[in-house]
């Protein structure tokens, strides 16, 4: 039984840092694309960051600069460090993972508010 499993989200304010993690398990975690998406109220579903199994990354232009995004394939775990948050970051973070067309994985998400 596949799981994605995130932590770390929560409230900050406009400026701070936050760093999202997403535990794996049922998964060769070292072979897959792994990302971080988030959605706002009212919004669609938006890639935030990205990284494959050979270590290279992409990022939403909205995050370039202020995100990073890493894993740890001996914890089977990814991350997402992110710094200068902003109120416009405020959405729920959802951790995915894919392989090819036939594995596609989501994680339930968890929330990240940046308000003052």
């Known amino acids: 039984q596949v799981q994605l499993v995130e932590s770390g989200g929560g409230l900050v304010q406009p400026g701070g840092s936050l760093r999202l993690s997403c535990a794996a398990s049922?998964?060769?975690?070292?072979?897959?694309?792994m990302g971080w998406y988030r959605q706002a109220p009212g919004k669609q579903r938006e890639l935030v960051a990205r990284i494959i199994s050979g270590g290279n990354t992409n990022y939403a232009d909205s995050v370039k600069g202020r995100f990073a995004i890493s894993k740890d394939n001996a914890k089977n775990t990814l991350y997402l460090q992110m710094n200068s948050l902003k109120p416009e970051d405020t959405a729920v973070y959802y951790c995915?993972?894919?392989?090819?067309?036939?594995?596609?994985?989501w994680g339930q998400g968890t929330q990240v508010t940046v308000s003052s």
């Open positions: 049922g998964i060769i975690f070292s072979v897959y694309t």
């Open positions: 995915r993972a894919t392989m090819g067309y036939n594995y596609d994985y």
